[in-house]
């Protein structure tokens, strides 16, 4: 698992994946037909000749920060980038990627101290927090760091108990991961693009864009979805579970009515339980009301691509330090190379 290791812990919030992007090549050197590279920045690595084309994406950016002012002091405000939930920020370390010099950081507030008792029993919210760095204003303006520098949240990947993970930006560099692995081991029977989109956490565009160049008979979205395997969540909510494999999802999208998101195609998620049950991996099932992949963009790309989406389960998504099972992702590897290596029945 370094390779999740790695990718887990390189920066890259929506439009700055470029690290992500040189691990991905360099790993991927060597086992592929060709790898290119678009003026978006999306990563395209083809595999295979056939009469299909099978776009398959994993997306390589992580929510995060960016700065919006520096005060007289030093002191860093910031906005967000991706949906960060406020509650999830306050104390985190970060690491500021200023041009000439990164620099580590921590998010403060004012202390409780000295809060008003209104204010105690409050949400903090992100528009009065800052990001300390140490350093001066003039300091920051020498190190490169100026409106529009890309902040990430300092994490590095811990092994858990029971086979479990916890990282930074599981989703989607486990994604990553698993598109990487499935690229170098499977032997295709189909053309296989693997498209390793940017900018999904800020509305799928990466997506949007490859889909229309890439032309696919099949799209599918690799990412991660809600475990609801904890306290404080009903099974009904989130039925989802480490360690139960890799999930389908049915449809996604909006909680009131899922609007704007994916109805995956019926006879892409035959194919996907059929391949499952041939190669004896289980997996489970899922309509997620509150978020969307980049498969809805990949089905509404020209003139409509029967889609659907491969999601991993993960706890405390969003927040920084993700969950996952080693088994999942596994079990999900395996299933692409099953996708890679037998022929679309429609």
């Not at 032309?215 to 009903?234: N, Q, S």
Request: aromatic share 4%.
């Amino acid at each position: 698992m370094e390779l999740l290791r790695k990718v887990s812990e390189a920066p890259g919030i929506s439009g700055f994946e470029y690290g992500i992007a040189e691990i991905i090549k360099k790993e991927l050197e060597g086992h592929t037909d060709k790898i290119e590279e678009d003026a978006f920045g999306n990563l395209y690595v083809h595999k295979g000749k056939g009469p299909k084309t099978i776009m398959i994406t994993a997306h390589t950016d992580e929510i995060g920060l960016i700065v919006k002012h520096i005060d007289e002091k030093g002191f860093i405000r910031f906005a967000k980038v991706g949906g960060v939930p406020d509650h999830v920020l306050l104390g985190q370390r970060v690491q500021v990627h200023g041009k000439n010099k990164k620099l580590s950081g921590t998010i403060g507030c004012k202390a409780i101290h000295v809060m008003k008792e209104d204010e105690r029993k409050q949400l903090v919210t992100y528009d009065k927090m800052f990001v300390d760095t140490g350093a001066t204003k003039d300091q920051l303006t020498k190190y490169g760091v100026r409106v529009g520098t890309p902040i990430t949240i300092e994490r590095g990947v811990t092994e858990l108990e029971n086979g479990l993970i916890v990282g930074r930006a599981m989703d989607d560099r486990a994604g990553c991961y698993m598109l990487i692995e499935a690229l170098k081991n499977a032997n295709p029977v189909n053309r296989i693009v693997g498209v390793f989109t940017v900018q999904e956490e800020v509305g799928l565009r990466g997506a949007t864009v490859s889909s229309f160049s890439v032309r696919p008979d099949v799209g599918i979205a690799i990412d991660t979805t809600i475990a609801g395997d904890h306290p404080e969540i009903g099974e009904s909510e989130a039925p989802i579970k480490l360690g139960s494999g890799p999930t389908l999802v049915v449809a996604d999208g909006r909680r009131d009515s899922l609007g704007g998101g994916l109805i995956a195609n019926p006879l892409v998620i035959q194919w996907l339980t059929d391949l499952a049950e041939k190669s004896n991996i289980k997996c489970q099932f899922e309509v997620l009301e509150g978020g969307t992949t980049d498969a809805t963009a990949i089905q509404l790309s020209r003139e409509g691509v029967p889609s659907g989406c491969i999601a991993i389960p993960a706890r405390y998504v969003h927040s920084f330090s993700e969950v996952v099972s080693k088994n999942d992702i596994e079990s999900g590897v395996r299933l692409l190379v099953s996708i890679m290596e037998n022929p679309v029945p429609f």
